[in-house]
């Protein structure tokens, strides 16, 4: 079965502190898509990354930076340099290619703080 | 393109009333979705639409609910009967058709629909 699992609830950090938001997925299929969304306090749920299972490369994208790692189920989401921006929930989702399944299975989401 | 609309944001009723929610996805997405978020949680799948055919439904949705997509554009969901287990924020979303670019499954979420049953 598909699974999602995000292992903190909540972080709290000091500005300027790097971040790292785990991501531990469970699925039997060779074909699938993982997504990072962030929902900030106004609760609009905010795409941030998608990464399909044959590219394992890590991706960089400003202070944000995610790694792939398909060895042990992992997709990992660094934030370097914090900003009280950033305060928001982050979710890890799952979604597979199988027959007509059109749905994402998601983590529980990791509540950051970011704190000036 | 404004994004995707819902409307109301905010829906306050008594147990056992009827709500309607809208959604209007983005203009040239076909594929549209509805989530429910609960505190705490992350979002669960309702339902889901290609164009107006209603492909999938969970189980989740119950005979109280209904969702439509009469012209394959905008969207309303409907909760019968209304319980206080039904109060959580209600997500749409929508996307491309598959093999569109590289927007493909990617989900585009409007700000939810936060339903109170007291």
């Known amino acids: 079965a598909q699974k999602v699992t995000q292992a903190q609830t909540e972080i709290s950090v000091v500005e300027k502190e790097d971040v790292t938001l785990d991501c531990v997925y469970e699925?039997?299929?060779?074909?699938?898509?993982l997504f990072w969304y962030k929902q900030p306090p106004s609760g609009e749920l905010v795409f941030l990354i998608r990464?399909?299972?044959?590219d394992e490369q890590n991706e960089i994208s400003g202070r944000y930076s995610w790694n792939f790692q398909k060895s042990t189920s992992s997709f990992n989401f660094t934030i370097t340099a914090s900003q009280v921006v950033d305060s928001a929930v982050y979710f890890c989702?799952?979604?597979?290619?199988?027959?007509?399944?059109?749905?994402?299975?998601w983590g529980l989401g990791t509540s950051l703080a970011v704190n000036p | 393109d404004t994004g995707v609309s819902q409307d109301p944001r905010h829906k306050i009723t008594k147990r056992g009333q009827n709500v309607t929610f809208r959604c209007d996805p983005i203009?040239?997405?076909?594929?549209l979705y509805w989530y429910r978020q609960t505190l705490g949680q992350g979002p669960e799948f309702l339902t889901y639409f290609q164009n107006e055919a209603q492909l999938e439904k969970s189980r989740l949705l119950s005979d109280r609910f209904s969702a439509e997509r009469p012209k394959g554009s905008f969207s309303t969901l409907e909760i019968q009967r209304t319980e206080q287990g039904d109060s959580a924020m209600y997500l749409c979303?929508?996307?491309?058709?598959?093999?569109?670019?590289?927007?493909?499954?990617?989900?585009?979420f409007g700000a939810g629909s936060r339903l109170t049953v007291l």
């Open positions: 990464r399909n299972s044959f």
């Open positions: 979303a929508s996307s491309e058709r598959r093999g569109a670019r590289s927007g493909a499954n990617v989900l585009t």
């Open positions: 203009s040239e997405h076909n594929r």
């Open positions: 699925t039997r299929d060779t074909t699938y898509y």
């Open positions: 989702a799952l979604r597979d290619n199988a027959g007509n399944n059109r749905k994402l299975i």
